[in-house]
């Protein structure tokens, strides 16, 4: 497989992430939970913070921000495969901030969200070595 299918590959897992959660909210609404106490405490709870707002917004609005900032991360990573695979500086930068991802979804998600981005970054970085190969094969041509 070439480093830049197993990349894009890589990119897709975000994008899916991100698809999966909106569509989450779109189908089950604002929350599926058992307790309705704990929605009626996060409606009823303001937050006083340049305008008042309730608990239950303001997290479903973080929810949906970063459902849609994980794709938009991964669709911009696939509009910028061949970039970002001539770019080293780029290329660590991307696994950089998956790996941030990854220990920040470990901490805070379940199993499903860290999973996805392990796996994402290990795409990025068997292209990143199958890249180094390419490069020391032409290096030797030359």
Known sequence: MKN?????????????LGIMHLLGHIV?????????GLIQ?????????MGAHNVLKFYNGFSITMA????AFGIQCLLL????LL???AHY????????EFILALLYFPIFVFSTFLFAILCFVIALRK???????????I
């Open 4 to 16: 830049t299918t197993i990349f894009k590959v890589g990119t897709l897992a975000p994008v899916i």
């Open 28 to 36: 089950s609404g604002e929350f599926d939970v058992k307790d309705t």
């Open 41 to 49: 405490d996060m409606q009823n709870y303001n937050l006083q913070f």
């Open 68 to 71: 849609f900032l994980i794709s």
């Open 81 to 84: 495969t061949e970039e970002i």
């Open 87 to 89: 770019n080293k500086k």
């Open 93 to 100: 930068s991307l696994i950089a901030i998956t790996a941030i």
């Open 131 to 141: 890249n180094k190969n390419i490069e020391q094969q032409t290096t030797k041509i």
